[in-house]
Structure formats: structure tokens, C-alpha cells
């Protein structure tokens, strides 16, 4: 393969407007289930786009692939990176069976968190986050989520919690003071960024503890203090990430345990200020 950053898609859509007719029909075929292509063989394209199989030669190696093979290759890479776009499919379910496939495949996710955990496990996440100076929960795109809401449940026990970066600032900011006595939790579900492994190594060296979450289909990172990977398979395009939120409650429920009668106390210290400024009245003025 030509070396290139593109992905299919954008190598298709980069050379769109040059295609000849032909051509220009078989990349408008493509271009609406791109995942597609990698379940047919360059006969069964053809056939479909109504096109030859010489079209679909020359469509390719203008692509910069040496061979449908090896373009079929990348669209299945891309596709296990988790692109919602080539997770689309040219025959959908009806709404009543998606309904049906999310409940099991939900059913299926949570099953396989609890699988893969132990008590002990999260006794031991949960006592390292409950000592450490302070906590520092990452997470990019999609991740970026699942950090905040994290961050949020365990604030309310854990005073120095922090979601980085914060808005305008960079996470060099924040590596350049971590030391031992910093827990981070990081969220890597696909799709990850690439920086995200370097970040996990520099906070290693620096002697953090470091609690990595991801998907089933993401190895584990060698310096995370622990890895843990959470089945995020979906029913359609988009991946189902309950188990991920499963994972957050039980976490945030053994830190609030943990944290006994001083965690109470902050609680009730937060409700003081509540009710203080009016900020969450239950009553009309």
C-alpha cells in the first residue's frame, strides 16, 4: 500500500471529482456502506455497482492499493477501530428487532464487565483512589464523557478530583507536576486518540498509579497499574458502552464506602452549601 494518512474513505473522496464515469458509479456505491466492501469480493462489487471488474482494478489501484485484497485489509482495520461509519450496513433491522438486539447486547456487555472483574479488583482501584493526593480522570472524544461523569460521582467524597485538561489547557500542564502520590484514571474506548498511550507511559515513569479503562478490542497498556476492558459491542453502527457505565458505578460505589464517616461529612458539608446560596431549592420562593 502507497504510504498515506488517508483513510479509504478520504482516499476515495480525494480523488471523487477526477473519477471517470464508471468509476465515479462505483465510488458513489461505496461511499454509502463503506464497511460493506469488506464482506465482497471485487466480482461481488462489480455486480453490485453495475460496473466491470476491470473498473473495479483500476478504481482501486487509483486508490494507491496494489490490490482489492489489500484494500479489503484497511476497510476491516478501519472497521475495527470503531469507526461508526464503517460499521453501517446496507440492510438494517427493523425498529422492532433493534429493540430486541439492544437488550440482549446490553444484557451480553454488562455480563461480561461483571466477568471480568472481582471484588477484590475494585477493593483495590477503590483504595487507591481514596489515599492518593490527588485524582486525575482523562478521557478523549467519546471518553471524554464517561471522564466528566466519573469525576462527578466521586468529587462529592474525593476533594482534589480533576478532569483534564480543562478547558484551554493542555495535559502537558498537568504531567509536568505529577509524582507517586497521583492516581489517574484514564477512559480509552475506541476511538482513541494517539497521544492517549504516551500520556499513560510518561505518568508511569513518573511513579502515578494508573487505572486504564477500555474496550475488549484494545490491548492492554504494559504500565497501567491495572487494565481493565469492557465489552462495547453494538447491535448497530454506534458501540454500546453500559458496561463502561457499570464499571464507573461500582468504582464510585466502593469509593463512597471507603470513605466512611469523612466522605458523609463532605456530603453533608456540600448540602450545608446547597442549601446556603438556594442553589438546589426543592421549595417556591
Not at 24 to 47: C, H, I
Not at 87 to 113: F, G, K, Y
Not at 234 to 260: F, I, R
Request: glycine residues 8%; proline residues 4%; charged residues 25%.
Amino acid at each position: 500500500m502507497q504510504e498515506t494518512s488517508l483513510s479509504f474513505v478520504g482516499r476515495i473522496r480525494d480523488n471523487l471529482e477526477g473519477l471517470p464515469g464508471k468509476e465515479r458509479r462505483l465510488a458513489d456505491f461505496v461511499l454509502d456502506f463503506p464497511g460493506d466492501l469488506a464482506s465482497y469480493t471485487a466480482s461481488e462489487l462489480a455486480a453490485l455497482a453495475d460496473v466491470s471488474n476491470a473498473t473495479v482494478s483500476r478504481f482501486i489501484r487509483r486508490l494507491g492499493y496494489e490490490s482489492f485484497d489489500e484494500a479489503r485489509r484497511h476497510v476491516r482495520d478501519e472497521k475495527e477501530a470503531g469507526s461508526p461509519l464503517f460499521m453501517s450496513v446496507a440492510n438494517p433491522v427493523s425498529e422492532a428487532t433493534s429493540l430486541d438486539n439492544h437488550l440482549r447486547q446490553s444484557q451480553a456487555n454488562l455480563t461480561a464487565i461483571f466477568g471480568a472483574i472481582s471484588n477484590a479488583q475494585i477493593a483495590e482501584i477503590a483504595e487507591g483512589i481514596v489515599s492518593a493526593r490527588r485524582v486525575l480522570v482523562l478521557g478523549h472524544r467519546s471518553s471524554y464523557a464517561f471522564a466528566v461523569y466519573f469525576r462527578w460521582q466521586i468529587v462529592q467524597v474525593v476533594e482534589n478530583t480533576l478532569a483534564i485538561p480543562g478547558a484551554g489547557e493542555t495535559i502537558g500542564e498537568y504531567l509536568a507536576g505529577i509524582d507517586p502520590g497521583d492516581f489517574l484514571v484514564v477512559f480509552g474506548v475506541r476511538r482513541r486518540v494517539r497521544q492517549l498511550a504516551d500520556v499513560i507511559t510518561f505518568a508511569a515513569r513518573a511513579g502515578a498509579t494508573i487505572l486504564y479503562i477500555t474496550d475488549r478490542k484494545s490491548p492492554a497498556h504494559p504500565d497501567a497499574t491495572w487494565t481493565i476492558q469492557c465489552e462495547t459491542a453494538g447491535p448497530g453502527p454506534l458501540d454500546n458502552h453500559v458496561g463502561v457505565m457499570a464499571l464507573c458505578d461500582v468504582l464510585t460505589s466502593q469509593v463512597m464506602h471507603l470513605k466512611g464517616l469523612a466522605g458523609r461529612k463532605r456530603l453533608a458539608a456540600i448540602e450545608v452549601a446547597h442549601d446556603a446560596i438556594d442553589e438546589m431549592a426543592l421549595r417556591r420562593r
